[in-house]
Structures are given as C-alpha cells and as structure tokens.
DNA sequence: ACATGCTACCGAATCGATTCGGTGCGAGCC
DNA sequence: GGCTCGCACCGAATCGATTCGGTAGCATGT
C-alpha cells in the first residue's frame, strides 16, 4: 500500500502521534518569531543570552533536534554534499590502498567545509538509483574519468555545479588533479640504467578499464591514461622493454606477471618496472619463487610510496606519490569553486624512494 | 567577502546571467501547469505523449536539465542519502576487506532504494563537518558503536531517523546486523582440537578501540564486541590458551603477533587461532621466518574467508562470512524501516572451510 | 439522452527553514 | 532635549518542487 510522505511521519512519532516540530512551532512556545529563533540555531546573527535560552528550552520541551537540513539546504542553495565518483564498483575501488589515501584527503579537506562524501558509480543500471543527476550534490569529484562518464558529466556542469577531476581528463575547462607519472617513472628507470641493467621489463596497470592480463604488442591500444604515462616514462630509457599488462593493481596480479617474466630462464630480465607497488610485491614473490635474490639477481620497482602490508622486510625502490595530498587538492579545488573562484589544475611530482629491491645488474652470464 | 547563494547562483550562468530555470519557468513555455510538467519529469502520472513532448522541448529551449534534488527532498521528505558511520577514520576503515565487501553489499542494497551512500565518521572535531545530526538523512547505518557514538544516536532517532548497527550494540531497540562470532570460532578450535593439538594460542582483534600490541590477561578488559566474542570461542575448547591482542587487522601485525608467539622455541604452540584472516597471513610468514612449516610444524586458521592478496599457495582455513550478506541485510532493513515495517535483528551464520593451513599435531617433541 | 467512468490536466496548499530590510527602544553625545 | 547609533528582534518573501482533490471533456453502455 501507498503511504505519503506526511503519514509515515506521524506513524513514526509514537509518543505523541502529531507531527514533528518545526522551527515555527519552537518559535511560538517560545514567544519569538521564526526569524529568531532560527538564528538561534545557525548562529548566522547575535541574540540576547535571555532569547536564546528561551528558545533552546522551548526546543527541549518540544523535542525539537535542530532544522531540517533538507529545507535548510533549499533555502541555502547549498547540500553540504560533495559527490565522488567512481568507474569501478565501489567495492573494489577500495582495494587500492591510493585511492584509499586520496579519499582520506579528500575527507579532510571537504570536512571544514561543512560537507561529506556521497559515493557514487558512474554507470547507472536501473536508472532508478542516485546518479549524479539526482543527487543533491554541491559537488563533485571524479576519480579518473572513463568515456561513459563524459555525457553525464556535461549535464552536472549545465546544471552548474563544480567538477573536479583525479587522475583522468574531462575536457579542458574541467580543473584537473593530476601526477608527473611520465616523468617520475623515467626517474625511476634512469635508476636501473645507472645500476648498469640493460635487460628490463615492465608491468603495467590494465590497458584498458575492463583490461586483461598479457602481454602488450605494438598495436595494443592503451586507453587508461596513468598506464600509459607511465609506460611511456619507462620507455623512454628503455625503448624496447617488454611489457605485460596486470589486470588490477594487486599482489596477485604480480605475481602472475612476474611468474610470465621469469618463466623463460634464458631471456630473463636483469630488473622489472612494476607501475604500482602492489604489482611489485607480486613479482618479488614471483622472483622468489624462481629462485631468484632480490636485489641480487634481479631488482623490482614499484610506483606509488605505499606501505605494502607483509611486504616486510623489504622496502621498495619506488616513486612515493603524494595521494593524500591529491585527495586534499582535489578538495581544496572544489572549495575554491564553490566560493565563486575558479580553480585550476595542479600537477603533483613523485619523489624518488631507493629501498632494498634495487641493485646493481648482475655480471652478464 | 560574503555572498548569498542567489548572487553565486547568477555568477555560476555565465551565458545569460539569469537565473536557473525552475519547473515553472519550463511549465509557462511548455504552456502547461507546474504540476504537469513536474510529472512529466516524475513520471508519476500518466502524461499525453504531445504533452510529455512539449515539456520536455521548453526544458530543452530553457536549459533546463531537470528538478532540483533538494527542493524535491523537502517536500517529498526524503533525501536519497543513507548515511554510514565509521568509528574510525574513513581512509582506515578500507584498509579492511571485510568493511570493503560490506560497503559493497549495502551499496547493492540502498541503489534499488534510489539512495546514496554518505560517509559520515563519528568524531567530529571541529563541530562544522557533517553529522549524523547536520545531514540530510533518511537513514544511518552504523559500523561497530563506540559509546562516543551512543549520544549522538540517541539524536538521531529523536529525528525520527531510522539506525541499523552492524557488528555491535546500539540498544535494544536498534536493529543490529550480527554474526555467530563464538559459536563459529569455536567451530574452528574445535576442528583443531580433533586434530590433536592441545597447545594452542590466539592472535586477537584490538581489545579496545585504540588498542595497543600485547599480551591479554586475564584482567584486560576486551571492549569491542567482535573481539570478546571470537576470543570467548576459542576459549571454550582451550581454556587455558593465552591471547595476544594486535593492535589492527593487518597482515604485519599477525607477523608481529607470530614472532611474539613463536620465540620461545620451547613453548611453541602447534596451533594459532587468528581472528582474521589477513592476521593469519602475518602468522604464517612469521612461522615460516622461524623455520616451521605450515601445516606440518604449526596450523594457522583465520577468520572472514577473505581473499588474502599474495597468501597464495596458502589456502586458509577459515571461517567464512557473508561479509556482501550483512551489507546487504542492513540496507534491506534500512529499506524496510523506510516503509515504516519494524526491521529484525539479523544473525548470520560463519560456515567452515579447510584449507591447507591446519593439519594433525606433530608427534609430540 | 442520461448516468457512468476514465483520461489528462490544473490550482493551490505545502514541505521547513533562511534572510534581509525594517522597526522599536534604550543609551550616549553635544 | 533632540539626534544619532546600535542592538535585538520581527515580518514576509523566498527557495523549487510535489501532491492531491477536483474538473472539463469525451467515450461507453443501455
């Protein structure tokens, strides 16, 4: 059966069986307009210490909580919502330990603003769930930005609200947060150059949003933007390294790369370039496996700067990226946006980390 | 310099300077009433189809990309947004699979409802964020309860917000989505005790929130519902066994806990119950750093039938919960509660899968 | 031809709070 | 004493959409 809104509302008041209260009625049993009184509570204008006492007891008889924050957000023009979206089911977005550190920064960064996080996916199926057309939201976040994203997307910016966007491009007028991946992978492989390595392979994160593991040919058409970059860094010393595509950032993808890498016990590389330190840790433990030291026989980066939980007591050669500090721009940008400024787009740099993965290249055979 | 919400609003539409168009504006050009042309974009009302056709072109001519979210969550009394507390910080509660796999469900859950998720952590310094009271709410899931977050709820419910609590106690009244902790812990030591192991010990969950590394004895007190519960069916089978508590569910703080437990060679247990699996992982590479080999020398059960990422070719034996399950289960209540039905508490049950981590108890030394 | 039923649409009240231009009043100043 | 100033408070418009009772118009049945 149907039930309207205003019914539930008293099915759900017990004690009295009458509706909530509103600021009008704290108003009235207090002997003060709703004017008052509702200054009362934002604090937005000085009142008397009498009034205020008068209106917070009259509050307290009535059972009054505070305003509603849908009818202050109507008036307000403001939600105190900030949207972040992701390609990927929400789940396994938390899987990567970055984009866990970004969000923490985002979370600090929107907090003074007096707003949360609202999650959301970009692909809607029911088309009845929140979207970002639905949802009221004062702005939004996208962590990387897929194609599919690119229409809705264009109606959120019509609709007038701030975008921002992690790691992905969304057009030119969309400020964007972005890392020197190119460059800092490039560091990272002048690294192994130095160590004398000539032999190197790299893993890569997916090609492609939905990729699959294997490895990349000439003709294979990377279209995730982080994988690229980075890829073109590495090649950019080492223009002939072989490349094998992980399908997700994870240990276990590593590993299966590294098991791939290492397989052929006459073409082995002397180093690996993992572009993320989950993917390192697998091909460490691959290289383990094969009975290979780590950094004697061969060296591993990583990219990224996390802490790899069980990863001791290894420490890895890698390219520590400022995640949280991405999340806090990515906030930092949306406040400025809703304050009327324009925001503009930022490129954070890595910082080169030298563990104990990395080595000199072993004596040819 | 401050601004009122109408001025940004002028500033925001650069290309005319106007104002955003209402439903009334598209009405008036549709030449149609605001109620029509609202249950053109509703849908909940049947509509002509020349009609629907004429709406929807003054939207297009006006630019305007449909309601505004928060008008309409005021006077449908409804937002759209469930709200899930955290008693930890938010960049931390990922960290843990289990929350992962939970979110994961709730969101499955909360989509049909045409809801988002808001994230929301109890402590809130600076009293200017979000909370439980400040956000438009339809509902809160709560992860754990701490008592700091026992006040606040008691607001909340005041607003007539309806609460679930998964994994603790909020009160009676507060539907709560469980697990059978003891009974399936028990599960576990009992298989080890049929095994023949006798000598036993426990690496716990934090005993307290803030939980430091160490021994329990027999006068610490264990605060957190989860931890008490699993240590309470391990004891059951081995009363005498001794307990050290990590200070988080991470594969290092198992490793941690393994080298404590494992020091002593001549007190070496030849079993350790974990209670979570990525505890478990940190205990066997600990028993493998001091020479044992699992499950011949020592057997390790875990908790939580996660995946653990790079345990491989360890399969452990573990308890395994419907983590997606009790995400799910509490959008479901959330659900129920929104339709003004009472929600029931939920209880589910661990089921027990062997892996290769525990075997008989070596031949006594 | 009249009662009946149905479709498609309209009007007006309503959701609950915020905001801003005013107003009354008492104090201070010359 | 008249005048200004500031404080504390009030009134009324406003935010933008939804909803529900009501009605005009038309077709159907007998």
């Not at 992905?168 to 390595?197: C, F, K, M, T, Y």
């Not at 000539?198 to 997916?206: C, D, G, I, K, Y």
């Not at 490349?243 to 590593?254: H, K, P």
């Amino acid at each position: 059966m149907f039930r309207t809104g205003y019914d539930r509302q008293i099915m759900s008041r017990q004690d009295t069986g009458t509706r909530r209260a509103t600021i009008s009625d704290v108003a009235r049993e207090a002997g003060v307009s709703p004017s008052t009184a509702s200054v009362v509570f934002s604090g937005k204008t000085p009142v008397s210490d009498a009034t205020r006492r008068r209106v917070l007891d009259a509050a307290a008889a009535l059972g009054y909580t505070g305003p509603d924050p849908r009818a202050a957000s109507l008036r307000r023009g403001r939600s105190g919502i900030v949207g972040v979206v992701f390609e990927e089911h929400i789940g396994t977005a938390f899987l990567d330990p970055v984009k866990t550190l970004m969000m923490d920064g985002l979370a600090d960064a929107v907090t003074p603003l007096g707003a949360g996080l609202l999650l959301l996916r970009d692909h809607e199926p029911t088309g009845s769930g929140p979207s970002l057309m639905t949802a009221p939201l004062d702005a939004a976040v996208l962590i990387g930005c897929s194609g599919l994203l690119r229409e809705s997307l264009e109606m959120v910016r019509a609709r007038g609200i701030p975008v921002v966007v992690i790691e992905g491009d969304a057009g030119d007028d969309v400020p964007r947060i972005g890392l020197d991946n190119r460059e800092a992978q490039r560091q990272a492989a002048s690294h192994l150059r130095a160590l004398g390595h000539r032999e190197v392979a790299v893993v890569t994160l997916p090609a492609r949003v939905d990729g699959a593991r294997g490895w990349l040919h000439n003709d294979t058409a990377v279209n995730v933007d982080v994988t690229r970059e980075r890829l073109a860094g590495a090649l950019d010393v080492f223009p002939d390294a072989p490349a094998f595509a992980a399908a997700g950032s994870f240990i276990d993808e590593g590993f299966a790369a590294g098991r791939e890498i290492f397989a052929d016990a006459d073409r082995r590389p002397t180093a690996v370039i993992a572009q993320s330190d989950l993917l390192a840790a697998g091909v460490i433990r691959a290289a383990e496996e094969a009975g290979l030291r780590v950094p004697d026989d061969v060296s591993v980066t990583g990219f990224d700067g996390i802490v790899v939980d069980g990863l001791a007591p290894y420490e890895l050669t890698t390219l520590v990226q400022p995640a949280t500090d991405k999340g806090r721009a990515a906030g930092a940008a949306v406040a400025a946006m809703l304050e009327g400024t324009p925001a503009a787009s930022i490129r954070f740099t890595c910082t080169f980390r030298e563990g104990n993965t990395t080595g000199p290249a072993p004596a040819a055979a």
